[in-house]
């Protein structure tokens, strides 16, 4: 009996076989990031290892920077291995490392074991965003991209919510929640096992506008070369792009109850709620936007108007910072607005990523996501170590004009990237350019 991880597709799924191995794909990305949460055990690890903020900062950003090394490599692997042979071994490691994380008892212990799961992660997370490339038409990507990103969103909730629910059944043994992770990791990296198959090398080499229509395939008995994607510009424009762009979302996610607390004086609880309008609306704009952005077969209008809208909303806030008088409907108004603004321009931008690089050579897809999840990671890293530097020396408001700008440097960047302003050609007849070496 063949294992499911060793089985590579032959011929392009389609209906609820297809729908069901993307599925497993989107779960693989939940999984993969959950097993990297500790935000809700933080507080009870540094006093049980007796270690400061300031030392667990450093063993954040050293793991970050590990996990970036290892996506850029894993995403490059996994082009010439396949992706589920590379993805499935790694979940099922990954869930045997949070165990490891109960024998943790020093902070330098917990550096070795961050490092090493962030290794993991970062591999798994550059092998699940090509495998939702094979496995959704670009009549689906937009939509399909943003199923994706509720992983690594989702993970922050479900690693909160179990918290919430189990602590206080282990009297608040922050080794509880390790244990109960890497179970759930276990099962649900075996269900995944079960179910997840790869394409074979020839169907990664093509390019699908449907289930059943094909556009584009380049000739498969020439190896794929790095150098056709990072010797264009439409590549680095992508890269340098997203750079900036991550700069005021990793800001949020990193700090955002931490930003509303000190600026407009808010309790921890009133600034989650704040930060949960923004989560909930940019969750539901990345799913609603990408589906019109698939139905339309456009990507960087949405691209364009979700970043002015963006824009916009975060010079509001730094206005907001300048007055005393801020409620909390208030806030919580302009930041579900924000919330929508990104995730207009997010899902869009994703599957444009997807479509440009793809167009260069299909074969080169895990190597483009390993980039970037490569550069979430490095961008990360920046602001956690110069974010609180700019804040201590002048406040808040300055960091988010440094965001601001930002974001604005990014919408002149977008006139770089292939593909349409409006539509001119029916969806499923939307053509791709020529590629070196493609057969006529």
């Known amino acids: 009996m063949v294992l ?6 032959a011929e392009y799924p389609t209906g609820s076989r297809r729908l069901r191995i993307l599925a497993m794909a989107v779960l693989a990305s939940l999984i993969g990031s ?17 270690m400061s903020l300031v030392t667990y900062g450093s063993v954040s950003a050293i793991a970050l920077i590990a996990g970036a090394v290892a996506a850029m490599a894993g ?5 010439i291995v396949g992706r589920v042979r590379l993805l499935v071994p790694l979940l099922l490691v990954t869930a045997l490392m949070c165990y490891g994380m109960t024998l943790v008892t020093t902070p330098g212990q917990l550096l070795f074991a961050r490092a090493a799961l962030s290794v993991v992660d970062g591999m798994v997370m550059a092998a699940s965003a090509p495998l939702v490339r094979d496995f959704s038409p670009r009549l689906g990507r937009a939509q399909a ?19 919430g629910a189990t602590l206080p059944l282990f009297d608040g043994q922050w080794r509880s929640q390790f244990i109960i992770m890497g179970t759930v990791s276990l099962i649900v990296s075996l269900v995944i096992a079960g179910n997840i198959v790869d394409l074979s090398p020839q169907l990664r080499a093509r390019i699908q506008q449907t289930e059943q229509r094909a556009v584009g395939q380049v000739r498969t008995d020439r190896a794929p070369r790095s150098r056709d994607l990072f010797g264009h510009p439409v590549m680095w424009a992508h890269v340098v792009g997203i750079s900036v762009w991550l700069v005021l979302y990793l800001t ?3 700090f955002g109850q931490t930003m509303l607390a000190e600026t407009f004086g808010l309790s921890a609880a009133a600034a989650s709620s704040v930060m949960s309008g923004f989560w909930v609306l940019n969750l539901g704009t990345l799913i609603a936007v990408g589906r019109f952005s698939d139905r339309l077969q456009l990507r960087k209008p949405f691209i364009a108007i979700g970043t002015v809208i963006a824009v916009l909303m975060t010079a509001y806030f730094g206005v ?25 321009a997010y899902a869009p931008w994703m599957a444009n990523f997807s479509e440009n690089t793809e167009d260069l050579d299909p074969r080169l897809q895990g190597t483009a996501w390993g980039v970037f999840s490569l550069l979430t990671r490095v961008v990360a890293v920046l602001v956690l170590f110069a974010l609180p530097r700019v804040v201590a020396a002048t406040d808040w408001s300055t960091w988010m004009l440094v965001a601001l700008l930002c974001l604005v440097a990014f919408l002149p960047i977008t006139l770089l990237f292939r593909g349409p302003w409006r539509r001119t050609t029916p969806p499923d007849a939307v053509a791709v350019p020529e590629r070196e070496g493609e057969p006529r």
């Open 145 to 163: 991209f943003a199923f994706w990103t509720w992983g690594p969103v989702g993970a922050n909730f479900l690693a909160a919510a179990i918290a």
């Open 252 to 254: 949020l996610s990193l």
């Open 320 to 344: 907001l910072m300048a007055r005393d008088d801020v409620g909390v409907v208030h806030l919580l108004v302009a930041g579900a607005l924000l919330g929508a603004g990104m995730g207009t």
């Open 4 to 9: 499911p991880h060793r089985r590579e597709l």
């Open 75 to 79: 995403g490059r692997l996994t082009d």
């Open 34 to 50: 959950y097993e990297g949460q500790i935000a809700p055990v933080v507080p009870l690890l540094l006093d049980d290892l007796d």
